[in-house]
């Protein structure tokens, strides 16, 4: 799918004398999206934002419905966000595949928010199939290349994404950052140059 709206390049971050500041973000209907979001958090000691469709939880669309919306391109209206994605360095967003296409809640979230400067890496967990089409139309929605993206299917889920999700968080921020920013070092951890357009395949990791 290709993007109508010019992207903007992903600047580089500069060299700063704390870890960069993180927000990880996704929509999870069934937990699975829930429970990379947060190991990709603690890793990256990086603040969590729950994407909610607004309104009260009985009005949480069913399964024919998601899948509709998300099929035709919907922006579903959610919660008020509690971070301002524009105030940190890197954002991830992450999401389930719907019906081969990006959930509304998560366009909905994407539309509401201007991500300003911050950088972008893009994660999804689904059944099978739909992971670079779902990748294509969140850099659609947000304008930004994702300086990395991360798919794992229910069944890599399931087994034990922890080998998948560092691989992942160490071409974010490098081999060994979480551990740094745990341990309280004021040693520098730039974000590296964004390179080329979010490439991607179903199941894996790229960056
Ligand atoms: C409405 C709906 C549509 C789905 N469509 C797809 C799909 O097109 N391709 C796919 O691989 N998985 C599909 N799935 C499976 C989910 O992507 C998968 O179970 C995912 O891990 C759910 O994430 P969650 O637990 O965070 O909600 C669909 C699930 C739902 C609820």
Redesign the pocket.
């Known amino acids: 799918m290709m993007c109508r709206c010019p992207l903007e390049p992903a600047e580089p971050v500069a060299t700063v004398s704390t870890p960069p500041r993180a927000l990880v973000v ?11 979001g947060r190991m990709l958090a603690a890793r990256l000691q990086a603040d969590v934002e729950e994407i909610q469709f607004a309104g009260s939880i009985d009005r949480t669309p069913g ?5 509709l919306q ?1 099929a035709g391109g919907h922006a579903a209206r959610v919660q008020a966000a509690r971070h301002d994605p524009a105030l940190y360095d890197l954002v991830l967003v ?8 990006l ?1 509304a809640p998560v366009r909905g979230w994407l539309k509401m928010h201007p991500l300003g400067a911050a950088q972008v890496a893009f994660f ?8 670079e089409r779902v990748f294509a139309q969140m850099q659609q929605a947000c304008g930004k290349r994702a300086r990395a993206t991360l798919a ?3 069944a890599q ?1 399931e087994a034990g994404p922890r080998a998948a999700v560092d691989t992942f968080v160490a071409r974010l921020v490098g081999p060994h950052a979480h551990e740094r920013a745990r341990a309280g070092a004021a040693a520098a951890v730039p974000l590296p140059h964004a390179q080329g357009p979010a490439h991607s395949r ?1 199941a894996h990791s790229t960056g």
């Open positions: 996704f929509h999870s209907r069934s937990g699975r999206t829930r429970r990379i399964y024919a419905r998601c899948a998300a992450g999401s389930p595949v719907w019906c081969w296409s959930p999804c967990t689904l059944g099978g199939s739909g992971a794992l299917t229910e889920v179903d």
